[in-house]
């Protein structure tokens, strides 16, 4: 199956907003689980259900804890997962930094190149779905593990 995706129009940063210019936003399908992953690779493999799970929680358990300590990691081919920082409060001045004001908030996963090919959507091949407004939603889309193109 295709990719759906659509377009959002945003007023034009280059114009100051007088203009709208079209980006092209994925339209999603679902969510697939943890346990679709893993049924689908046992299934896909020979590698045994247990097996799978094991192997699935330990890479996100090796992440988490080098993430912990502010590295950066390499999953695969698929994507990097770097970790953000929060602070509880608006910090105008470093004299106002305190260590108890900062967490970590969110986990990004930015792209990787690809050890494998990755296939891309054509126009003639993705579908069109038009059921979004085309205001809605946010031009900063952040997909996990989006791989493109660099």
């Known amino acids: 199956m295709a990719a759906k995706y659509d377009f959002l129009s945003i007023p034009n940063p280059k114009d100051g907003g007088k203009t709208r210019i079209l980006y092209p936003k994925l339209v999603t399908n679902g969510t697939v689980s943890w346990e ?6 046992a299934s ?15 890479i996100e ?3 988490l804890h080098h993430l912990s300590y502010g590295y ?11 970790a953000s920082l929060q602070a509880d409060r608006e910090i105008k001045a470093e004299n106002e930094i305190h260590a108890q004001s900062i ?5 990004n996963l930015p792209g990787a190149t690809a050890v494998w090919s990755v296939p891309t ?5 993705a579908k069109v779905h038009r059921a979004l407004p085309k205001t809605s ?14």
Request: aromatic share 6%.
């Open 36 to 41: 679709q992953l893993v049924h689908e690779i």
């Open 44 to 58: 896909e493999s020979s590698f045994e259900p247990g097996t799978v799970v094991g192997v699935m929680t330990e």
């Open 61 to 63: 358990r090796r992440v």
């Open 72 to 82: 950066r990691v390499q999953v695969g081919g698929m994507c990097y997962a770097e």
């Open 103 to 107: 967490h970590f908030g969110k986990i």
């Open 121 to 125: 959507v054509s126009a003639s091949s």
């Open 137 to 150: 939603g946010s031009p900063a889309c952040k997909r996990i593990c989006r791989s493109t193109e660099r």
